[in-house]
Every structure is written in C-alpha cells, then in structure tokens.
C-alpha cells in the first residue's frame, strides 16, 4: 500500500534552499514568515550538503539558492559548487547588495547557472526607500553590469504594488537596459510581510488592468529580446493561480532552520505541523509526511472545487491565502469568483486600495511579533 502510494505521487523538480533569513534588506513584502529564523538556528554547511544529495536523489533537477539574502552565507560558493557537482541546474536569487566582482567570480567557477536580481524599483530614491536600504538601488545595477561581462543568464525580479506600479513601463525598459534575458513582474502575494502591509501596497483595480495591458503590449514589441513573466494580483483576478503548480506536487522548500514546506509561505498555515531535515529523510517527508499529503490532488476538496472543471488546472488555488483570509486552509480560496468569500474579498481590495497609504511595517528581527488575524473568518463559507 505504501508503494502503491508513492507511485502515485511524482517526484519534485525544484528546491528552494532558502539560506538565511538574514538580509540587509527590509522590503515590507517579503515572503519570509514574521517569526525570522536567527544566524544561529540556520543548518550548518554538511547539513545543506546532505540535503542537496537527497533532493537530487529524490529528483530534483534544479535548486533554488535563496532567502532572505544567500549571499550573506559564508559557504555559498561551496554549496553551488556541491550543486553543480551533483548535475544541479542551479539559480541564485539574490538582492546584489553583498555581491561584487570576486564573489561573483567564484560563484561562476563554481558552476553557477543563473542570477537572478531583485528590483525595488526604476527610480533609486523609491526603490531605496522601499527597500530600507541606502545605495541599493546602485549596487544592484552596478551587480546587474557585472553579470552581464561574465556571461552569466540574468532574469530582473521586480516585485509590484500601488507604491511603484506607474513605473512600471520604466521598470520594464530598465530590464532591457540591463541586458536581462527574462523580466518577472509579480504582483504582490499577500501573505506574512506583505500582508501586515497590505494597505501600503494594495493597488487599485485600474491599475492592475492598465498592467496587464501595458504587458501585453511590450511582450509583443519586445519579442526575441525580453522574456516577460507576469503574476497577476490575486485580489483582483477571476480564478485563483495553481499555487507552486498544486501543493506538493512539483515543488518542495527548505527553510534556514530545516523544515520542509510544499511552499515557501506554508510556515503561515498554523494548523499544519511540518517535518525537519534533521529528523527525517527528505523522501519520507516528501511522500509520506502530513501535510505534503494535506491538500495533495483533489480529494480534499469542498464544493465548488470538487466539482469544479478547473479543479486539476488550479487545484484549489493558494491554501496559504485561503488560511490567511479565512483562518481555514481546506476552503476554497477567496481569489476564485466561484468562492462564498469572494466578494468580500473583492470589498477588502476595494476598502485597502482606497484608504490613505500607511507607513511600512519594515521587514526587521522583531519587528512584529505573531501573525495577521484571518479577517475573513466570520464571513458566510
């Protein structure tokens, strides 16, 4: 039986192997939980390896270094050598603002694969102030110039919301600049960070429809030059995203201190109970844990998933957003039209969009303590 039903669960593609917590960034939608891990509870450099040696055993095909900041590791370069060493695709996602010209060099003879830089902005007083960190925005385009000299793929990660959204035909037209192969235009997920902050960056719905279409627009002129990835505001779409393409079903993460996560948000889904790498082999946890198997298929699913004819393109969408918004993580998630919670949803993004634009609560160790009450839970499910 046991067999019978791992056979029936594929394996993993990707690894998120998120470092540290620890970053010199303090970006008020950060998708780390609010509870950061400290330096001294992050896996030590033969516990990573080991990890990688299982996810590739399990697997995978492509890692994933990230955070916080991954660059703030001390055996960085050792563990992409390690990935490399073991046929790993590997991609480091990464603020810039610690990288220069030799460490660079030495991720690259390590066998770095890929880069990938955040963007705060297009405007450096802005993309400063968002990020609560002095000169970043300079030291990411100065890191920017020197990926592109060694010859490494570079994709711009550009996070968006109501404090940089109008810029984002200059944020598009500085990926270019830049020599970036793929842009990634992400609307805010809000979840942890992001949804303490939720009415310092929920846009309106006119702006996020003048963003689609602005997309829509420069995919077709810039065909051939610049790849655009763009992840729409869930508060504002008709049907909610396969989250991480279904939970458990492609993806796995490992946080700093070793737990195991079918998402890099699944921390916030405080019913569920998840294993460590320094207690459990990676592929029992994979197969066999508790809450891999908690919302994996469609079993789980209430109405109207469960009849839905979208239930094995979205599976449901985001159980993290729903846990959020509705303190239950089996509902239907309120981003999809056909939830009872939908319009609520809706009036929230409305309410939050509308409203005065509030200081940030920066992303900081201690800066809050336990998370965001679910607003919707005493709405009709």
């Not at 990230?66 to 050792?78: F, K, Q, W």
């Not at 009872?340 to 409203?355: K, Q, S, W």
């Not at 965001?372 to 009709?380: K, Q």
Request: proline share 6%; charged share 20%; glycine share 8%.
């Amino acid at each position: 039986m046991v067999e019978q039903q791992r056979a029936s669960i594929p394996p993993p593609v990707s690894l998120l192997a998120e470092l540290t917590h620890r970053c010199p960034l303090q970006c008020p939608y950060c998708s780390n939980p609010l509870e950061l891990e400290r330096g001294g509870r992050e896996l030590d450099t033969a516990t990573w390896r080991r990890v990688l040696d299982e996810a590739t055993a399990l697997g995978v095909l492509q890692t994933h270094f990230s955070g916080g900041e991954p660059t703030a590791r001390r055996d960085l370069v050792d563990l992409v050598r390690h990935a490399a060493g073991l046929g790993q695709y590997s991609n480091l996602i990464t603020s810039g603002v610690l990288l220069d010209q030799a460490k660079l060099d030495a991720l690259v003879e390590a066998g770095l694969d890929h880069l990938q830089l955040s963007i705060q902005d297009s405007r450096a007083g802005n993309a400063d102030r968002i990020g609560g960190h002095r000169n970043g925005h300079a030291k990411k385009m100065a890191l920017a110039a020197l990926v592109r000299a060694a010859g490494l793929p570079l994709t711009i990660n550009a996070v968006v919301h109501r404090q940089n959204l109008d810029h984002l035909p200059e944020i598009i037209d500085l990926a270019v600049e830049l020599g970036a192969q793929r842009l990634e235009v992400a609307h805010v997920q809000y979840h942890g960070w992001a949804l303490l902050n939720r009415a310092a960056l929920m846009p309106t719905r006119e702006q996020a429809e003048a963003a689609i279409e602005l997309v829509r627009a420069a995919r077709e002129r810039l065909k051939g030059v610049l790849a655009i990835d763009y992840v729409v505001p869930d508060y504002y779409a008709r049907y909610p995203k396969p989250c991480m393409g279904g939970w458990g079903r492609q993806n796995l993460n490992v946080t700093p201190s070793g737990k195991v996560l079918p998402c890099h948000a699944a921390e916030t889904i405080t019913s569920l109970s998840f294993d460590s790498v320094t207690e459990r082999p990676l592929a029992e946890i994979w197969y066999h844990s508790a809450a891999f198997n908690a919302f994996r298929g469609t079993d789980w699913m209430p109405e109207p998933c469960r009849s839905c004819e979208r239930r094995t393109v979205d599976f449901g969408g985001c159980r993290c957003q729903a846990f959020a918004l509705a303190g239950r993580a089996e509902v239907t998630d309120p981003a999809c039209s056909l939830s009872p919670l939908h319009g609520v949803l809706v009036e929230t993004a409305r309410a939050a969009a509308a409203g005065p634009s509030p200081a940030f609560v920066y992303r900081r160790f201690g800066a809050t303590t336990g998370t965001a009450t679910p607003e919707l839970a005493d709405a009709p499910s």
